[in-house]
């Protein structure tokens, strides 16, 4: 059994502050800063270049890979860290690309994150020869899989809504009708209980800094079924990717396996941070931290509905239907949000009318969530929300 009182104490939350924003940016674990702070001073401080080799950040984007690999439900040595989320999805589009030859159309949905889109798009127009991007409805996804779709590349969890895909469902349809099932865990890792093998998927990729806490900027992570990792010839073919990167042969060939898929240089202080972050995923069961989301989220909802006049539902009802974040629309969703984060209690807004409320088990528990709502139903009973310092847009929401 998860101890959540163990993983509550792993994070520094400051004083007064209800965060329900880990699903946009996970809070700093306690642990990163000494592990930070060490590896700046003592590795790339007294080691210097041999740090490469001595403190093995060489081999990190693996043995991390691997720590992710198990929050997933994925074998070892199926996933590698690096880049940015955007990059990984680009990655194994082309991959999967390569895999289905014969076939012109990527589908997707429009819950999707758009720079998982623009990405698409952007790979797409490059390759020319007729290449499109299908973009329908979420509820459309099933039924619009035929034979003429190379890939689906589909978010399970929705950035704004959280209604969650049924990945064993559409990975099962997408095969059938020859097509391959690349999957975005953006929201889903270190959120629902993923398994990638009984799923079959194909492809997935995902970023750590948010339900995984490892800090802004850490890296992404990529996962490619045992079955293609020998197959796919990467086209963002870096020298960390080399079968022989000290070799420094003028061609190109791939290193086994998951290998191919690192790019260049990886982000070794910001693998340490992550590091850390996971040290506190070590004695955490994935299906405990679903069942304790599932639970604080009904309780926030019901709250909501009772004390939160004005305040409609974004989320599916069914738990089963969403991930670990809840989303309710206010014609002034901007404002109220922003007068609730003065007040300590910070989620965020998305465009147009979103306010959205993560919930991490790791470090929030019922009185988090009952002391939100109360202070969200006094924002909203007060009208305090409606001064113009919260009506105010800044650069990032
Ligand atoms: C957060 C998120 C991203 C962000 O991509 P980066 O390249 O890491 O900035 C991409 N896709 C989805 C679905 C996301 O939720």
Known sequence: MTDFVKTRAAFHL????????????GPLPVAAKERVARMVTQEWGELLIRGWNAAGWYVQPRKVGDRIARLIGAPPGTVVMGDTLSIKVYQALSAALQL???????????????SDLYMADGLLKSLGRDYQLKV?????????????????????????????????????????????AIWDLAHSAGAVDVDL?????DFAAGCTYKYLNGGPGAPAFIYVAPRHAERVRP?????????????????YRPAPGIERMRVGTPPVIALAALEAALDVWEDVDMKDVR??????????????????????LGSPRDPAMR??????HHPH?????????????????????????????????????????????????????????????AAVT
């Open 14 to 25: 400051p004083d007064g502050v209800i965060y329900l924003d880990g699903n946009s940016l």
């Open 100 to 114: 289905n030859p014969d076939r012109r159309i990527v589908l997707s949905d429009n819950g999707n994150f758009p």
């Open 136 to 180: 329908v409805e979420p509820e459309a996804v099933e039924d619009a899989i035929d034979a003429s779709v190379a890939a689906i590349l589909i978010t399970e969890v929705d950035y704004r809504t959280g209604r969650r895909h049924d990945m064993k469902r559409l990975t099962a349809r997408a095969h059938a009708e020859g097509a391959l």
């Open 197 to 201: 093998t009984g799923a079959d998927v």
């Open 235 to 251: 086209s963002l073919s870096g020298w960390m990717g080399h079968e022989a990167p000290f070799a420094f042969d003028l061609d």
């Open 291 to 312: 069942q304790r989301s599932i639970e604080l989220t009904e309780r926030f909802i019901a709250a909501v509905e009772r004390d939160c006049p004005g305040l409609v």
């Open 323 to 328: 991930g670990s974040q809840v989303s309710f």
């Open 333 to 393: 969703a901007y404002a109220v949000m922003q007068a609730l984060i003065a007040r300590g209690v910070i989620g965020d807004f998305r465009a147009p009318d979103v306010m959205r409320f993560g919930f991490t088990p790791l470090f929030i528990g019922e009185a988090e969530v009952d002391a939100a709502v109360a202070t969200l139903a006094s924002v909203l009973a007060d009208g305090s929300w409606d001064r113009p310092e919260f009506h105010r847009r």
